[in-house]
């Protein structure tokens, strides 16, 4: 693989490094209260941290048509938050859980931390889960992107991209032009500040170009996918962006007052409609 720039390595080291500041109440509780989404990151041939996002089916039942981290309920109580982000990134996108299917030997997928969870619009609490894949193939001009990416099913999405980590602290994001080499920064994010359970809470969005063969697409990362991101990105690179945002890192203060409070108990899980 290409070898991992200076800036990418020391970003890893950290979040390899991360311990969230009080243990996390995703254990207490219940089921139909947990979920977790993978945060995948790899290299580009540059070296640059890359991350997985994936663009919701516009036939599922919940935030159907929106940009998403792969991932989904938990199964049962002894699955860990890993092991459902891993399970549900098998469903969604067919990245396997060992080297079967599509995921050659050469490949390995880091376990790499976990972050505080955040509170999902349907009362779920969401605990992202960060990967590192890697491939370990000799040669060092072998770019993920371009040998694994592009084999990913798609089979609970409608299609799958990829951003620049360390461009969520920037206003901007770099989109290169067309048959030359030229770089336009082009501005990508945007906010306003809501209230959210009676506490400030910032609005991110970030709208990503992506070239899908020469169309320009546009995909909009925004909600607690936007923060979620800005979160870890901000662990990774050690730094504050440029723009204004949230501190709390999740929303386990939060997802603590509304489990005491009995608003998190035990939900009926609606039946799955079959079309």
């Known amino acids: 693989m290409a070898p991992l720039s200076a800036k990418s390595s020391e970003a890893l080291a950290r979040l390899r ?3 969230p500041p009080t243990p996390s109440i995703y ?3 219940p089921l ?3 979920a977790a ?16 996002l994936t663009l919701r089916s516009a036939f599922l039942r919940t935030f159907a048509g929106q940009v998403a981290l792969p991932g989904g309920r938990a199964d049962y109580l002894e699955e860990s938050p890993f092991e459902t982000a891993r399970r549900e990134a098998y469903e969604e996108i067919g990245l396997p859980l060992d080297h079967q ?13 976990e972050l505080p969870c955040s509170l999902a619009k349907t009362v779920v609490a969401v605990r992202p889960c960060v990967a590192f894949l890697r491939d370990n193939t000799p040669k060092q001009n072998a770019d993920v992107e ?17 951003v620049l980590l360390e461009r969520f602290l920037s206003k901007t994001y770099p989109l290169k032009l067309p048959g030359s080499d030229a770089v336009e ?8 500040w809501l209230t959210s359970y009676q506490k400030p809470w910032r609005m991110q969005e970030f709208m990503a170009p ?4 020469t169309t320009l697409r546009e995909y909009r990362v925004w909600g607690m996918t936007a923060k979620i991101m800005l979160d870890v990105t901000r662990i990774a690179y050690g730094r504050n962006p440029e723009f204004e945002f949230n501190e709390e890192i999740g929303d386990e203060e939060l997802i603590r007052y509304l489990h005491s409070e009995g608003q998190m108990r035990e939900k009926q899980r609606k039946p799955v409609s079959t079309i």
């Not at 371009?146 to 409608?158: C, M």
Request: hydrophobic fraction near 35%; charge should be negative; aromatic fraction near 8%.
């Open 146 to 162: 371009d040998t694994l990416i592009p084999r990913l099913q798609k089979d609970e999405v409608e299609s799958l991209f990829t």
């Open 37 to 52: 989404v993978l945060i995948l990151l790899f290299a580009d041939r540059r070296g640059d941290l890359r991350v997985v």
């Open 27 to 29: 254990n207490s509780l």
């Open 32 to 34: 139909t209260r947990r």
């Open 101 to 113: 299917g599509t995921l050659p030997s050469t490949f390995t997928v880091e376990h790499i931390c």
């Open 185 to 192: 920064e082009r501005e990508w994010n945007s906010g306003k």
């Open 210 to 213: 992506v070239w899908e063969k």
């Open 17 to 19: 490094e991360y311990q």
